[in-house]
């Protein structure tokens, strides 16, 4: 059982679109972290959330973290090629757990076609 | 001020042999994290390291895998009597303290065992 779910596996959608990818879980995490990976390199760091409720933007990105921080979501506005990635979420204290250690869904493959 | 360093990019390993994989944190960070990403796969934590101490290692298999973190040089992630099933991109992170809200990854050593 995957601690983190995340939705959808594939997205793939043109130039301009909207869209939103989900970031679920059973458990509470005391932080939440968003990733973008691209191939044959390490995630890079877009986000750290850590307030249920709590919105962060960046530039076209939007963040949010659930009230009950059992959940996230991440809302790209006109999506561009440039935005094509794995998009990976992960929680960090799960259920009091340690601050140190991620969690890690298994991704959102986004493609953004010119 | 360069990000984490990890070497090799690529590893070709046969059944058997050993696998030695390293990492230079970001300067002035001294914690040191790995995980490994098997393919269909999230990210997974593997060892957490401090100089010189191993603070967590409950994600790294009781055999055969090791990992160091000396005062003076990289992290070690070593791999004995690689089999097919170690084939995985290993990821190392680094932060200035122990949480992780300020993970910086490297660009991975993408293990083939053959």
């Known amino acids: 059982t995957q601690l983190l779910e995340q939705s959808p596996q594939f997205l793939s959608i043109q130039e301009g679109e909207n869209l939103t990818v989900y970031c679920n879980s059973s458990?509470?995490?005391?932080?939440l972290q968003w990733y973008r990976q691209e191939p044959g390199e390490g995630p890079v760091l877009l986000v750290t959330?850590?307030?249920?409720?709590e919105v962060k933007k960046l530039k076209r990105l939007t963040f949010q973290f659930g009230d009950a921080r059992k959940d996230s979501s991440l809302h790209i506005t006109a999506a561009q090629p440039g935005d094509t990635g794995l998009y990976l979420c992960?929680?960090?204290?799960?259920?009091?757990?340690?601050?140190?250690?991620?969690?890690f869904g298994k991704g959102t493959l986004l493609t953004v076609n010119p | 001020n360069a990000g984490v360093m990890q070497n090799p990019r690529h590893l070709v390993r046969r059944r058997g042999q050993e696998a030695r994989l390293r990492c230079s944190p970001v300067?002035?960070?001294?914690?040191v994290y790995w995980y490994r990403q098997l393919p269909e796969e999230g990210l997974k934590f593997m060892v957490y390291?401090?100089?010189?101490?191993?603070?967590?290692e409950s994600g790294m298999p009781k055999e055969r895998f090791s990992a160091e973190f000396p005062k003076e040089g990289p992290s070690i992630l070593r791999i004995q009597q690689v089999v097919r099933g170690d084939s995985a991109a290993y990821f190392c992170?680094?932060?200035?303290?122990?949480?992780?809200?300020?993970?910086?990854f490297g660009s991975g050593t993408r293990l083939t065992v053959v």
């Open positions: 458990s509470v995490f005391s932080s």
């Open positions: 992170a680094s932060s200035p303290t122990m949480e992780a809200y300020g993970y910086t």
């Open positions: 300067k002035g960070h001294s914690h």
């Open positions: 992960a929680g960090a204290g799960n259920s009091g757990g340690s601050n140190y250690k991620l969690t």
């Open positions: 390291l401090q100089k010189e101490n191993i603070i967590d």
């Open positions: 959330v850590v307030t249920g409720g």
